[in-house]
T-cell receptor, first 114, second 114 residues
Framework: GAGVSQTPSNKVTEKGKYVELRCDPISGHTALYWYRQSLGQGPEFLIYFQGTGAADDSGLPNDRFFAVRPEGSVSTLKIQRTERGDSAVYLC????????????FGPGTRLLVL | DAKTTQPNSMESNEEEPVHLPCNHSTISGTDYIHWYRQLPSQGPEYVIHGLTSNVNNRMASLAIAEDRKSSTLILHRATLRDAAVYYCILRRYAGGTSYGKLTFGQGTILTVHP
């Protein structure tokens, strides 16, 4: 079946611009996660959705970052007034939940802020 | 979450077994041990997980020390496709909550030589 998909695969933008990154989870998965991965580092948690609501947004670095999941499926990560330090790979994962859940990751969106 | 410690890198030859260690001396009784790996330019993928007993699946085996303060991921016959970063992650069960953010460390870079 289809896995997690993310669009775009690459995004180049200029400092100060607004960007939206999209995640299509595996059909039926209620949990959705966003992570950010800088070069040479492990992924870093940003936000977790259970259904439509953000159950934990403690990983969002500041108020320029926002994410939504209005219908409990597709999610969009929004970054306002981008900065060069936002350059990273943004990963999305989904799961069916439960303590022994397996998270299925998408290929990521590589964001470059010039 | 409790912390894990892994070697920065390891090397193996193709078709030989590989033992990837992970120390987690502050593990609690409700922490599950999960392993994910990340192939180049891809999102992480689940490998295996366990609580107390050793576990086997089609990808690998997980050997857990009796005191649970360490574990070892075993790839029985390494292939070139197994070259990846391997992450050992502890995930805490919290009273029925299906909350499962993953806290990644630096992981172990596995190089497989032909």
């Amino acid at each position: 079946g289809a896995g997690v998909s993310q669009t775009p695969s690459n995004k180049v933008t200029e400092k100060g611009k607004y960007v939206e990154l999209r995640c299509d989870p595996i059909s039926g998965h209620t949990a959705l996660y966003w992570y950010r991965q800088s070069l040479g580092q492990g992924p870093e948690f940003l936000i977790y959705f259970q259904g439509t609501g953000a159950a934990d947004d403690s990983g969002l670095p500041n108020d320029r970052f926002f994410a939504v999941r209005p219908e409990g499926s597709v999610s969009t990560l929004k970054i306002q007034r981008t900065e060069r330090g936002d350059s990273a790979v943004y990963l999305c994962a989904s799961s069916s939940g439960g303590i022994q859940e397996t998270q299925y990751f998408g290929p990521g969106t590589r964001l470059l802020v010039l | 979450d409790a912390k894990t410690t892994q070697p920065n890198s390891m090397e193996s030859n193709e078709e030989e077994p590989v033992h990837l260690p992970c120390n987690h001396s502050t593990i609690s009784g409700t922490d599950y041990i999960h392993w994910y790996r990340q192939l180049p330019s891809q999102g992480p993928e689940y490998v295996i997980h366990g609580l107390t007993s050793n576990v086997n699946n089609r990808m690998a085996s997980l050997a857990i020390a009796e005191d649970r303060k360490s574990s070892t991921l075993i790839l029985h016959r390494a292939t070139l496709r197994d070259a990846a970063v391997y992450y050992c992650i502890l995930r805490r069960y919290a009273g029925g909550t299906s909350y499962g953010k993953l806290t990644f460390g630096q992981g172990t870079i596995l190089t497989v030589h032909p």
